[in-house]
DNA sequence: GCCAACGTTGGC
DNA sequence: GCCAACGTTGGC
């Protein structure tokens, strides 16, 4: 299958770009949504996610690859539903593009970031992901 | 099976 | 701190 994109969130303040930088690499832990677990379990290794920080920051600020796909989520209960997978980190963005600049933008202003905005680990489209890069690319992306 | 109440997430 | 969106729970 193609290389498929992903956006994960995490609160920089819990676990962030930079936390899982110094890790080299991690689990994404704790996920308890059902959507959101979907989107984990269409994951495969060699796909690629932004690494979204939510309520500080509120910017993308690096891509990470898929090196694990998903198996049972250690933090959850025995026999409960939840996955995790493992990611390492790839390279920060140049800038982040913050959350104001792609809801800004109309290429940008569909995607589930923005639309299903509770959503922790959404789908980003091929066209999206290049276009959220080039953006990165310069400052007030 | 419906729906109100409540909890959580996350932007503002 | 507030509120909207959404998921879950529990009464009926």
């Known amino acids: ?3 498929q994109y992903w956006l ?3 609160e920089p303040d819990v676990y962030g770009w930079d936390n899982l930088v110094q890790d080299g690499s991690g689990i994404w832990d704790g996920v308890r949504n059902h959507s959101a677990k979907l989107n984990m379990q269409a994951m495969q290794v ?3 996610a932004l690494f979204y920080h939510s309520n500080i920051g509120k910017e993308c600020v690096g891509i990470m690859k898929i090196t694990e ?3 049972p989520d250690p933090t959850a209960e025995e026999g409960s539903p939840w996955v995790v997978v493992r990611v390492e980190p790839g390279r920060a963005l140049a800038h982040p593009v913050t ?3 792609i809801k800004a933008d109309p290429k940008l202003a569909d995607m589930d970031l923005v639309r299903l905005s509770r959503l922790s680990v959404g789908r980003v489209t091929p066209d999206e992901w290049k276009h959220i890069l080039k953006r ?3 400052p007030e992306g």
């Open 69 to 71: 796909a998903a198996f």
């Open 8 to 10: 994960m969130k995490s």
């Open 1 to 3: 299958m193609a290389k």
């Open 136 to 138: 990165s690319e310069q």
């Open 46 to 48: 060699g796909d690629e």
């Open 99 to 101: 959350l104001k600049a």
